[in-house]
T-cell receptor, first 115, second 108 residues
Framework: GAGVSQSPSNKVTEKGKDVELRCDPI?????LYWYRQSLGQGLEFLIYFQGNSAPDKSGLPSDRFSAERTGGSVSTLTIQRTQQEDSAVYLCASSQSPDRNYGYTFGSGTRLTVV | GQSLEQPSEVTAVEGAIVQINCTYQ??????LSWYQQHDGGAPTFLSY????GLEETGRFSSFLSRSDSYGYLLLQELQMKDSASYFCARIAGNMLTFGGGTRLMVKP
């Protein structure tokens, strides 16, 4: 696609429920990143996928968070037993790794609200 | 804690020049990028510095000094539409680590 697509754009869920967030990166981009942004804050790294390599999960805040990337393209971030502190905007980005000069292209994010 | 430090807020008038500074931790440092984010929008890539010196792209320029672990984003001929948050981001390995962002308010 022309850009990074994320769905849903907004998600309201009850505390304790599981949620799945989807990211469709730019075609041909081998690197895919998930970040989290709380209101008025910077971006917090969650997880990184590069081609067929094992993902870098060092940013996942707890074992309730997991992500997968199927066929080197679409990625799903799953949050189990959601908590109110999980409320944030979840941003996905892709890049033509390793050419850093072109930067990362971000999707518009999924705004998650846990009530 | 933050591995990059940048001011939380800057105010300037339309037509002026503003500089947003960023200092970073050097461990594994590869390069420094800058991103712009309007309220409710996605971060968009502005520039990348892998080497010392100035990179210019239209009204925006970015500078890096590895010896000082310091960089800045320079915005010239400010326009109202430049009101946004600006993030410096440190590239180390394959990871992009963001600063807390600088909220720029451009006034008429």
């Amino acid at each position: 696609g022309a850009g990074v697509s994320q769905s849903p754009s907004n998600k309201v869920t009850e505390k304790g429920k599981d949620v799945e967030l989807r990211c469709d990166p730019i075609s041909g981009h081998t690197a895919l990143y998930w970040y989290r942004q709380s209101l008025g804050q910077g971006l917090e790294f969650l997880i990184y996928f590069q081609g067929n390599s094992a993902p870098d999960k060092s940013g996942l805040p707890s074992d309730r968070f997991s992500a997968e990337r199927t066929g080197g393209s679409v990625s799903t971030l799953t949050i189990q037993r959601t908590q109110q502190e999980d409320s944030a905007v979840y941003l996905c980005a892709s890049s033509q790794s390793p050419d850093r000069n072109y930067g990362y292209t971000f999707g518009s994010g999924t705004r998650l609200t846990v009530v | 804690g933050q591995s990059l430090e940048q001011p939380s807020e800057v105010t300037a008038v339309e037509g002026a020049i503003v500089q947003i500074n960023c200092t970073y931790q050097t461990s594994g440092f590869y390069g420094l990028s800058w991103y712009q984010q309007h309220d409710g929008g996605a971060p968009t890539f502005l520039s990348y510095n892998g080497l010392d010196g100035l990179e210019e792209t239209g009204r925006f320029s970015s500078f890096l000094s590895r010896s000082d672990s310091y960089g800045y984003l320079l915005l010239q001929e400010l326009q109202m539409k430049d009101s946004a948050s600006y993030f410096c981001a440190r590239i180390a390995g394959n990871m992009l680590t963001f600063g807390g962002g600088t909220r720029l308010m451009v006034k008429p």
